[in-house]
């Protein structure tokens, strides 16, 4: 399986129709892969906080029309990154768009873990409530965004869903960039599944962004690993090789805690 994570540089100057148009070209020259991956908060910026209820859209509006053309196009699988959506009966939402190689919208994910403890997202965004997994031919997703990266409990329950491929875009700031690494091949060795997570260059509302998209086999060893500008990164990688490992060292059936309710 090939994947392309597209390493997006959200800086100013550029419009949100332009980039939307710039990122569309981007994914339709990834014809010759099977699943194409973007950031987090791509059309805006991760912590350009003031503009997300300016620019948030409904779930089906001008992002969703151009990426889900651009996943036809190209006749790949395509993880858009995620939005600032605008429920119309409630709160923004940061939401990722999941869209099939026909350009159909196949999941929708509201990050759970909202950053900024209390400013930003923390308190701009609602919490989404539900984990989302995407069959594939030869691999079951497992969604989640940035900031969701550090709460393991969310990976369990995914893998519990069955996913074997977990794929992670986020707006991560450089100043953390070591724990992006590090929490990326936490979660890839203790779930033993694969780990995309696909970041940002530039820098967002002031923040320099870490960039260095990565993967991670369910060994955790890194398989390719992006610089801090804006790069797209192909990896092949074999689906199956998580069921070997899974069979060879099959530390998941070892689990003893949160498996079922605690006695009384």
């Known amino acids: 399986m090939r994947a392309s994570l597209i390493q997006i540089a959200v800086d100013e100057g550029e419009s949100v129709e332009s980039r939307r148009r710039r990122v569309a070209s981007l994914v339709r020259e990834q014809g010759g892969v099977d699943l194409v991956v973007l950031p987090e908060l791509w059309t805006t910026g991760a912590f350009a906080y003031q503009e997300f209820g300016s620019e948030a859209e409904p779930l089906e509006g001008p992002t969703y029309e151009v990426m889900a053309k651009a996943a036809s196009d190209a006749g790949v699988w395509?993880?858009?990154?995620?939005?600032?959506?605008?429920d119309p009966d409630g709160p923004l939402y940061n939401t990722s768009l999941v869209f099939s190689?026909?350009?159909?919208l196949v999941a929708a994910y509201r990050k759970i873990h909202r950053f900024g403890f209390d400013k930003g997202e923390a308190v701009l965004m609602g919490a989404g409530r539900e984990l989302v997994t995407v069959p594939l031919p030869d691999t079951i997703l497992g969604v989640a965004t940035c900031y969701d990266l550090r709460f393991p409990e969310l990976f369990r329950g995914l893998v519990d869903a069955g996913a074997e491929t977990l794929v992670i875009p986020a707006g991560w700031p450089e100043r953390r960039r070591a724990h992006w690494t590090l929490l990326a091949q936490a979660r890839a060795v203790e779930n033993q599944a694969f780990v995309l997570a696909c970041?940002?260059?530039g820098t967002h509302a002031g923040v320099p962004q870490a960039g260095h998209s990565i993967v991670v086999d369910p060994w955790g060893e890194v398989l390719a690993e992006a610089g801090g500008d804006e790069e797209i990164l192909t990896v092949e990688f074999d689906p199956a090789?998580?069921?070997s490992t899974r069979e060879l060292f099959p530390a998941l059936k070892d689990r003893m805690l949160g498996l079922e309710p605690p006695r009384r």
């Not at 395509?78 to 605008?86: D, Q, T, V």
């Open 241 to 243: 090789r998580v069921t």
């Open 101 to 104: 190689p026909s350009g159909d």
């Open 199 to 201: 970041g940002t260059a």
């Open 78 to 86: 395509l993880h858009a990154g995620s939005i600032p959506e605008r």
